[in-house]
Structure formats: C-alpha cells, structure tokens
C-alpha cells in the first residue's frame, strides 16, 4: 500500500493504559463506592464484612489492570475471568450487607457491578476468540 493510502486510513484506536479501559473505569467507581459504603458499617464487622467486601471488590480492577499487561489473549482472558469470580464475590457482599441493614444503596451498587459484569464478559469473550 502506498504511502498516501496509509496516511489517509483511520488509525487503530489502542489502548495503552489500562486506566483507559471502560470497564476497568467502572470497575474501579465499584471500588471506591464499596469502601465509601462500608465505612460506616458496625465495628465487629471490620475484620469480616467489611475485610471481604473490599478486598473481593478491589480484585475486581486489580485482575483487569493485571490482565491488560499480558501479551497473550490466553493470558488476558485468564485474569479477565478472575475478575469475574471477585466481582460474582462482591455482589454477594452487597447482597449479604444490605440484608443486614448495612446501607441502603445496595440496588445502586448492585447495578454498577451488573454493568462491570456485562463489560467484563464481552472482553471475556474477545479475549477467548483470538489466537495469538
């Protein structure tokens, strides 16, 4: 292809930061909601509750940032799908502290986690279909 072709074509978008990634994005406001939440929560459930519930959520965006530096779809794929356990953890959390009475925004929580969940499947399924 010639040079003024080239020039003329739409660049790839790529991402080069895993920052950039939607998902991660969401995943990582999920986080933050999480530790806003539970920190009101009652005292003798520091070391249980609250202790699972953050680290469960906080998987979620580290597999994805871990996923996005391998090379290989195989690999990515992997920590993608390890995501995916944490974040299934993480509604359970809100499931388990909002029939305790711990919050009441459980429903808000629960839809942002939904949407991770939907992203994080279709880069699931991406990563599964490319052979590299």
């Given amino acids: 292809m010639d040079e003024q072709k080239k020039r003329n074509m739409p660049k790839k978008s790529v991402t080069s930061d895993f920052r950039q990634m939607i998902v991660w994005q969401k995943a990582h406001d999920l986080t933050l909601r999480i530790y806003e939440v539970t920190k009101v929560f009652p005292d003798n459930e520091r070391f ?11 998987s979620v965006p580290m ?10 779809s195989k690999d ?3 920590f993608y799908n390890i995501a995916q356990g944490s974040l299934e953890e993480t509604k359970y959390g809100i499931i388990l502290a909002d029939d305790l009475g711990y919050f009441n925004n459980a429903q808000q929580l629960g ?4 949407e991770v969940g ?12 490319r052979e590299d």
């Fill in 48 to 58: 249980g509750l609250v202790s699972q519930l953050r680290r469960a959520a906080y």
């Fill in 63 to 72: 597999n994805i940032a871990e996923g996005f530096g391998m090379r290989k």
């Fill in 76 to 78: 990515k794929a992997r």
């Fill in 111 to 114: 839809e942002i986690a939904e």
């Fill in 118 to 129: 939907r992203l994080l499947g279709s880069l699931v399924r991406a990563m599964s279909k």
